[in-house]
């Protein structure tokens, strides 16, 4: 028995809840101040007696009902699917608020520090080129390829829990404010609105941590692809080139100063971002003032 692989399952699963129950607990908590629980809204928790009593109450209807084991496996899972649905809603909500951040890609990333450098070798053999020194360097290509896919792979799990708190957090933003300002309009809420307040200082103090944590992250993956990749396209220019392209092959590998690890963007559904988005209508202008001339 993989003792160890388990124990990453339940830690996974562990995360994997608590991170919905948390969402969905804190969506709970403000909805209930527009709602008259009576002494649940006393305190930053609902009262335990009070909890107590509800629950009883449930037990003695389900034990007059005969509901099976089954049916209360039912009501878990619908309570659990809810939790999920409200938790996946601040997360797709999340992705298109702005600012969104875009990293850049391995594979850019990765032609940047070798497009020129490429063209250098198959100059470097002159007419003694051939196709099996052709394949020889597809080969060494797809090496390259294979590095950096396994440099996304490592950095991929700890940039996607950011990103996705990144993403909660912005929601989290608007929500609040959005429930703060409904609540100093009209009157109704029975809540702390301390608590509004500290719910939307911790969401804008999350995104900001998410968003340096992000741009650390690709900035460290970046440089481990280039700084691999570079590390291998000098070796292998070493027995493949003469030393004065060599030399030149080492300067076309430097890394552009205009690729940054990561950027801001505002996300627009279909087109992917509004720079793609205006381009496109430019584009589409353009095509119909050709047709209308």
């Given at each position: 028995m993989d003792v160890e692989g388990l124990l990453q399952s339940v830690i996974r699963f562990s995360n994997f809840m608590t991170s919905r129950l948390l969402v969905a607990g804190v969506v709970f908590y403000v909805a209930s101040g527009f709602t008259d629980v009576g002494s649940a809204s006393e305190?930053?928790?609902p009262n335990a007696?009070?909890?107590?009593?509800?629950?009883?109450?449930?037990?003695?209807?389900?034990?007059?009902?005969g509901v099976s084991d089954f049916a209360l496996l039912l009501i878990l899972f619908v309570f659990l699917t809810t939790i999920h649905i409200i938790y996946v809603l601040f997360d797709r909500v999340g992705a298109y608020l702005p600012p969104a951040i875009?990293?850049?890609?391995?594979?850019?990333?990765?032609?940047?520090?070798?497009?020129?450098?490429?063209?250098?070798l198959r100059e470097a053999r002159g007419e003694e080129h051939t196709?099996?020194?052709?394949?020889?360097?597809?080969?060494?290509?797809?090496?390259?390829?294979?590095?950096?896919?396994?440099?996304?792979?490592?950095?991929?799990?700890?940039?996607?829990?950011?990103?996705?708190?990144?993403?909660?957090?912005?929601?989290?933003?608007?929500?609040?404010v959005g429930v703060l300002v409904v609540a100093l309009v009209s009157g109704k809420y029975a809540g702390d609105l301390n608590i509004l307040m500290a719910i939307i200082g911790l969401s804008i103090l999350t995104a900001l941590y998410t968003a340096f944590g992000l741009f650390r992250a690709n900035f460290e993956r970046i440089t481990a692809i280039r700084h691999d990749?570079?590390?291998?396209?000098?070796?292998?220019?070493?027995?493949?080139?003469?030393?004065?392209?060599?030399?030149?092959?080492?300067?076309?590998?430097?890394?552009?100063?205009?690729?940054?690890?990561?950027?801001?963007?505002?996300?627009?559904?279909?087109?992917?971002?509004?720079d793609e988005m205006v381009e496109e209508i430019r584009r589409w202008r353009e095509r119909r003032a050709r047709r209308s001339a």
């Open positions: 305190g930053f928790l007696d009070l909890l107590n009593e509800i629950v009883q109450n449930y037990q003695n209807i389900f034990d007059v009902l875009i990293p850049l890609s391995g594979w850019e990333a990765n032609d940047d520090v070798t497009l020129t450098a490429f063209d250098l196709d099996e020194e052709n394949q020889r360097l597809y080969e060494f290509k797809k090496k390259l390829r294979e590095i950096e896919e396994t440099i996304e792979q490592k950095y991929a799990e700890e940039t996607e829990g950011m990103a996705t708190a990144y993403r909660i957090a912005k929601t989290f933003v608007l929500f609040s990749v570079i590390v291998q396209f000098l070796e292998f220019s070493r027995i493949w080139a003469p030393q004065d392209y060599q030399r030149r092959i080492a300067e076309a590998c430097k890394p552009s100063r205009d690729l940054k690890p990561a950027h801001f963007a505002v996300l627009v559904p279909i087109f992917g971002t509004l």
